[in-house]
Nanobody
Framework: QVQLVESGGGLVQAGGSLRLSCAAS????????MGWFRQAPGKEREFVAA????????YYEDSVKGRFTISRDNVKNTVYLQMNSLKPEDTAVYYC?????????????????????WGKGTLVTVSS
């Protein structure tokens, strides 16, 4: 069992930055590939970023490449999402999720359904 708790969301102006954190319970955090997803009002949950178990490999959705950075600390059992140059279209509830599947599966269509554990999300609102 892994419990995930997100934090760091809030209201920010366009062009600003936020850093999301996702703290995981349990002693097997490093066994899981981690992902960040987001869900805007009226839209489906979508992939944002993923990171491998060691942190050596990461993937990004095209619209956030160059602006967002995913990282993890396997000692602190935490995964982060640094978000820079935020845009109003980034407004959403952001969720972290864990999976025992290969990291590459996280970025595939429909991956959200296959994630093993989810946090409850943190709201990010970007004003124009």
């Amino acid at each position: 069992q892994v419990q995930l708790v997100e934090s760091g969301g809030g209201l920010v102006q366009a062009g600003g930055s936020l850093r999301l954190s996702c703290a995981a319970s349990g002693r097997t955090f490093s066994a899981y590939a981690m992902g960040w997803f987001r869900q805007a009002p009226g839209k489906e949950r979508e992939f944002v970023a993923a990171i491998s178990r060691s942190g050596g490999t990461s993937y990004y959705e095209d619209s956030v490449k160059g602006r967002f950075t995913i990282s993890r600390d396997n000692v602190k059992n935490t995964v982060y999402l640094q978000m820079n140059s935020l845009k109003p279209e980034d407004t959403a509830v952001y969720y972290c999720a864990a999976t025992l599947r290969p990291t590459t599966t996280i970025r595939m269509p429909g991956a959200a359904a296959g994630m093993d554990y989810w946090g409850k999300g943190t709201l990010v609102t970007v004003s124009s």
